[in-house]
Every structure is written in structure tokens, then in C-alpha cells.
């Protein structure tokens, strides 16, 4: 990969000084250059007046001469681009050697004339006095511009990685988009973020998740063209511009690049993590004509292409501004399901096919709107973990699950198990244990009648307390599956350390099983590996007579899918346990 060294962003230049423009920094330092000057003048002459020492018209000669010169000449050695106070030495101490050259014409022509050896003396004492208070002036001067220097890295650089920040980003985007609309090109910002940095700071410390961030910044800088400029917003979140952006296949090429960047592994600590990355791409002057827009654009891009996955890019469309604001409109429509009872239960039979009875039941979230009817939990269950009311949902669901399947119980039905989908989101909650426990107590169902459903992502962060959450719980009795199993990307290591009860076959290998020898093969190795492990295994999205006949024949004993019955409300499912007493 070619690396190159990367454009500063405007006004970013080390040369620049923080107070060149500050018109009062810049006159204060003038005036105490000036006072010194005049005061030291001014103090020899009153110490040869204490001393007693004869002096006349010609000793104010030199701080004539400093008066009315040294005004101009200092101001603009203070008004040049580098070396101002270099610049500011040098005039200071030629002003003095003039003002003594001055004073000493003057005696030689028109005053009294008492050798060059005592006016010499004059002069060097003069400059003895003079030249240490200017050494300590500019000295102070120098400290102060460095600490001017040190306070505006600061609040234009991020500490952490040293990038540009937000307000430096936006002055930057501003300028470059003046010169775009002056050159008749354009530009593109491409707004990135890292995925699953958020379990990796709360697993591993922020220390830890620091040291990421440097590595990201890193990668970024050295990994681009010389024609981008990288900035970091905040937290996790990154800027890219890069200007003369035609044809758009150059910022795909710079899109795919960075995703390429961060889907190499991060090693840290001894431990390698892969984070990937989501980017959105906005572009000038089609997505805005104004940082601001431009940035709002990128970030809308940005959270569509997480919605399509992690690690890839997406364009800005004018359509993603619909797309959010109907985000915004389901999250408020969902806050008011909770508080209006809209979220209702639907139950799925899970069948032992060797006798063609129920064995157990999952339950299964569904969205009753008033005015859109039943809404799938594909619709809205990204957008709750995503805001966080996965959370009361959750709980919500537990809860109204143990209920339920009690009440079926002292109803005189045969004990079934329950199994409920728990989010990642949810079971990385502190309190998710005690949950659970208020949903048995609460509804007195026993333990081993419920079965928690986790996904094998929860293996990817906080091993240490998913494996003591998930003992806690097994000790308690309850039942614990891996769902869409074969689907997740965690290592296999999991299935020893977890205690996992049983094992589901994900949908996408069953609904093909009998046409994909591939599916064929992984639902077979699936079985291989259960049973050495002795593991129970259900098969879910059943629904062919083929289907069931080629699990039969790898012996996997459980099914769920519409072969037997789709998932129907309560009352529906009623029926069904009805006629499995009969059977």
C-alpha cells in the first residue's frame, strides 16, 4: 500500500502563531518592549540624578531617539510571519546601540565632548543595564507564545490522537468548500464509525478502548492519499474530506480502502479484535452546499450503512432523510407501545418429531399497532437495541412469557418449556440475572420451564461475566440454547466453556438442506458435533415433508417451523395444547 504523508488542513500549519491576529497580544507585547526600552533610558538618567552625577540636554537624546523610533520599528518586527520575537531582540538591541550613537553626535557636535573612552563606558553601561531586562522580556514573551501555541493545539487537536477536532474540522470544511466553489470541483466527506467499539471500551476498559483509537487515527493518516485530510469528531467517530472527488469510483476506491484499513485485526494487550467500520459519504455540491449540511448528510449515510451491516459504506440518497425521520417517528411510536400495552406474545410449537408431540414453546415478540396492525419485530428490533428500549421490552417479554406459560400450567396442561430470545443488549445489563429471577418469582414458574435463547455474538465480549451470568442461571435450573447456531463468527471455544443445554440450527441451513449439499453437510456436522458434546438439538423454519424427512434421518429429534404451526396468539395456541392432551 502506498503511503503518503498527510495534507495538513487549513489553518492547521505548525508555523502559525496563535496571537499573530490578536490584536491585543500582539500590541501588549509591542508596549512592554517599549516600556523597557524608554525605561531603561529614562532609569539611568534618574540614577545619575540620585548619584549626583552632572548630566544635561544631550543625555535625553537617546530616549528621544527610542521614543519616536522604536514605536514603528517594533511594531512591525512584531508584524512578520516567523521569528517574531528573533526579530524583536535584534531591533531592540540596534534601537539602543543608535540611541547611544545618537546621544554621543550629539555631544561631539553641540555639547560637551569628554573623550571616547567615558562616553563608551556610558554606552556599555547603558547596554549592560538594558540588554538583561530585554533578555527577560522576551524570554517571557517566547514562554508566553508557546503557551498561546500549546492552548490553541489544544482546543482545535484532539488530545488522545492528535487529529484535528470538530471546530477544527468544520473551519477546515468551510474553507475547503470556498476554494471547491471557486475551482468548480468538488469534494466528498466521508463521516465513519467504528462498529462494536462500544463492547469493546465497556469489556476491555477505556484505557484500553483508548489505545484502539490512537491505532484507528494511526491507520488513517498513514493509509490515505496526501489529497485527504482526516479529523476525529468525537469518541469513535472519524471525518475524512477529500477534495476533487470526480469521478465518484475515487472516493469508493478511498471508502473501500478504509474499510480495508479496519478489517485487519487490532492487536492490543496481547488480545486481536477485529472492529471493521461504517461510512457514510456525502458530497459537495450535490449533498450540500455548507459543513454543516454536508456533515448531517454523511452522518444519515453513515447510519443507513450500519442498518445494512457492519463494515461497509453508503452513499448519501436524498430518500435516507425519510429513512431517519421514520426512525424517529417508530421510536416514539414504540415508547408509547410500551406505556399503551401495545407488544403482545405469539407462541411457536417446538415438536418432538419421534412422537409428534409438543416438547416446548418459543415465544415470539409481535407489534400490535392501532392503525398498521401486527408489526414484524424485524421491523422494529434493531431500532430498540439500537436506542436502548430493548431493555423495558425485554423485560416485558420475560415477564409476560413466565406468566403465561404458568397460567397454562395451573390450566391442568402438561409443563412445557419456554423459550425466550434474549438480546445482547439485554443480557449485557448488570442487573439481567435479577431480572430473571423477579420474572420466576413473579409468576411462580419453576426454573427448568424456561429456556433463555442467546445468540453465539454474546460469546465476542465479557466472556468472564457472560460465563458466571450463564452458571448463575444453570445453577438455578434454568435452560440455556444458542440460537442460529453455525451463523455467528465467535470462536468455537465457547461450546466447552458455556453451559449450554442445546444447540438450534438456524433457518438458513434447514430451508435448503435437501437442495445444497453444503447446508447438507453443515447440518450433518452440526448433529456430529452435538452429539459428541451431548447436546440436544432443534431445527427451526421447518416446512417441507423433505425437510423433516432428512432431519429424521440425521436424527435431530426437535423441530419448530410452519410444518406444524406458524406462531399464533395465546388463545390459538390454547387449542393446540388442547389437542396435544388429546394425542
Known amino acids: 500500500m502506498n503511503r503518503h504523508k498527510l495534507r495538513s488542513p487549513a489553518g492547521a500549519s505548525g508555523t502559525s502563531r496563535p496571537w499573530q491576529g490578536d490584536g491585543f497580544l500582539q500590541h501588549a507585547s509591542f508596549l512592554r518592549l517599549w516600556f523597557t526600552l524608554i525605561g531603561t533610558q529614562a532609569g539611568l538618567i534618574s540614577i545619575k540624578g540620585v548619584l549626583g552625577l552632572p548630566y544635561d540636554q544631550a543625555d535625553w537624546v537617546a530616549p528621544g531617539f527610542i521614543l519616536i523610533a522604536a514605536g514603528p520599528v517594533l511594531y512591525l518586527s512584531l508584524k512578520k510571519k516567523a521569528n517574531q520575537l528573533r526579530a524583536a531582540w535584534y531591533a531592540a538591541l540596534t534601537l539602543l546601540l543608535l540611541a547611544e550613537c545618537a546621544e554621543m553626535a550629539t555631544r561631539y557636535i553641540y555639547a560637551e565632548w569628554n573623550g571616547w573612552l567615558v562616553h563608551l563606558a556610558d554606552a556599555a553601561g547603558t547596554m549592560l543595564l538594558a540588554v538583561p531586562l530585554l533578555y527577560f522580556v522576551i524570554a517571557d514573551l517566547r514562554n508566553r507564545d508557546a503557551t498561546e501555541r500549546r492552548l490553541h493545539d489544544l482546543s482545535f487537536h484532539d488530545q488522545l490522537t492528535g487529529l484535528p477536532n470538530r471546530e477544527k474540522f468544520q473551519q477546515s470544511l468551510e474553507a475547503s468548500i470556498e476554494a471547491t466553489r471557486i475551482a468548480r470541483s468538488t469534494l466528498a466527506v466521508l463521516f465513519i464509525n467504528l462498529d462494536r467499539f462500544k463492547n469493546?471500551?465497556?469489556?476491555?476498559?477505556?484505557?484500553?478502548?483508548?489505545?484502539?483509537?490512537?491505532?484507528?487515527?494511526?491507520?488513517?493518516?498513514?493509509?490515505?492519499?496526501?489529497?485527504?485530510?482526516?479529523?476525529?469528531?468525537?469518541?469513535?467517530?472519524?471525518?475524512?474530506?477529500?477534495?476533487?472527488?470526480?469521478?465518484?469510483?475515487?472516493?469508493?476506491?478511498?471508502?473501500?480502502?478504509?474499510?480495508?484499513?479496519?478489517?485487519?485485526?487490532?492487536?492490543?494487550?496481547?488480545?486481536?479484535?477485529?472492529?471493521?467500520?461504517?461510512?457514510?459519504?456525502?458530497?459537495?455540491?450535490?449533498?450540500?452546499?455548507?459543513?454543516?449540511?454536508?456533515?448531517?448528510?454523511?452522518?444519515?449515510?453513515?447510519?443507513?450503512?450500519?442498518?445494512?451491516?457492519?463494515?461497509?459504506?453508503?452513499?448519501?440518497?436524498?430518500?435516507?432523510?425519510?429513512?431517519?425521520?421514520?426512525?424517529?417517528?417508530?421510536?416514539?411510536?414504540?415508547?408509547?407501545?410500551?406505556?399503551?400495552?401495545?407488544?403482545?406474545?405469539?407462541?411457536?410449537?417446538?415438536?418432538?418429531?419421534?412422537?409428534?408431540?409438543?416438547?416446548?414453546?418459543?415465544?415470539?415478540?409481535?407489534?400490535?399497532?392501532?392503525?398498521?396492525?401486527?408489526?414484524?419485530?424485524?421491523?422494529?428490533?434493531?431500532?430498540?437495541?439500537?436506542?436502548?428500549?430493548?431493555?423495558?421490552?425485554?423485560?416485558?417479554?420475560?415477564?409476560?412469557?413466565?406468566?403465561?406459560?404458568?397460567?397454562?400450567?395451573?390450566?391442568?396442561?402438561?409443563?412445557l418449556k419456554m423459550a425466550v430470545n434474549i438480546s445482547p443488549v439485554q443480557f449485557y445489563q448488570d442487573d439481567f440475572v435479577q431480572v430473571v429471577l423477579e420474572a420466576l418469582q413473579e409468576s411462580g414458574l419453576e426454573p427448568q420451564y424456561l429456556e433463555l435463547e442467546i445468540t453465539e455474538g454474546i460469546a465476542m465480549y465479557q466472556l468472564d461475566q457472560v460465563v458466571d451470568k450463564l452458571n448463575t442461571l444453570r445453577e438455578l435450573g434454568v435452560h440455556i440454547s444458542i440460537d442460529d447456531f453455525g451463523t455467528g463468527f465467535s470462536s468455537l471455544n465457547y461450546l466447552k466453556k458455556f453451559p449450554i443445554d442445546k444447540l438450534k440450527i438456524a433457518q438458513q441451513f434447514v430451508r435448503d438442506v435437501t437442495d445444497d449439499p453444503d447446508d447438507a453437510a453443515i447440518v450433518q456436522a452440526i448433529m456430529a458435533m452435538a452429539q459428541s458434546l451431548n447436546l440436544n438439538v432443534i431445527a427451526e423454519g421447518v416446512e417441507t415433508e423433505d425437510q423433516l424427512s432428512f432431519l429424521l434421518d440425521v436424527k435431530c429429534r426437535e423441530i419448530q417451523g410452519y410444518i406444524y404451526s406458524k406462531p399464533v396468539p395465546a388463545d390459538e395456541f390454547y387449542d393446540l395444547l388442547k389437542r396435544n392432551m388429546v394425542a
Request: hydrophobic share 40%; aromatic share 10%; net charge negative.
Open 200 to 415: 469493546i471500551n465497556d469489556t476491555f476498559g477505556h484505557t484500553f478502548g483508548d489505545r484502539l483509537l490512537m491505532e484507528a487515527a494511526e491507520r488513517l493518516k498513514n493509509g490515505l492519499n496526501s489529497g485527504a485530510s482526516v479529523s476525529r469528531q468525537e469518541g469513535d467517530k472519524f471525518t475524512v474530506t477529500i477534495e476533487e472527488a470526480e469521478p465518484s469510483s475515487d472516493v469508493e476506491l478511498a471508502a473501500q480502502k478504509i474499510v480495508h484499513l479496519f478489517s485487519k485485526p487490532f492487536s492490543i494487550d496481547g488480545h486481536e479484535l477485529r472492529v471493521g467500520c461504517s461510512i457514510g459519504i456525502a458530497r459537495y455540491p450535490q449533498d450540500g452546499d455548507d459543513p454543516i449540511t454536508l456533515m448531517k448528510n454523511a452522518a444519515t449515510a453513515m447510519s443507513r450503512a450500519k442498518d445494512y451491516g457492519t463494515n461497509g459504506y453508503r452513499f448519501y440518497t436524498a430518500e435516507m432523510n425519510d429513512a431517519v425521520i421514520q426512525k424517529l417517528v417508530l421510536e416514539e411510536w414504540m415508547n408509547k407501545a410500551l406505556e399503551q400495552d401495545e407488544f403482545v406474545l405469539y407462541f411457536q410449537p417446538q415438536v418432538d418429531i419421534f412422537d409428534h408431540r409438543l416438547n416446548g414453546m418459543e415465544a415470539l415478540l409481535r407489534w400490535n399497532h392501532p392503525r398498521l396492525g401486527v408489526i414484524s419485530p424485524g421491523d422494529f428490533i434493531p431500532l430498540a437495541e439500537e436506542t436502548g428500549l430493548i431493555i423495558p421490552i425485554g423485560k416485558w417479554v420475560l415477564r409476560t412469557a413466565c406468566m403465561q406459560n404458568k397460567a397454562w400450567q395451573l390450566e391442568g396442561f402438561p409443563p
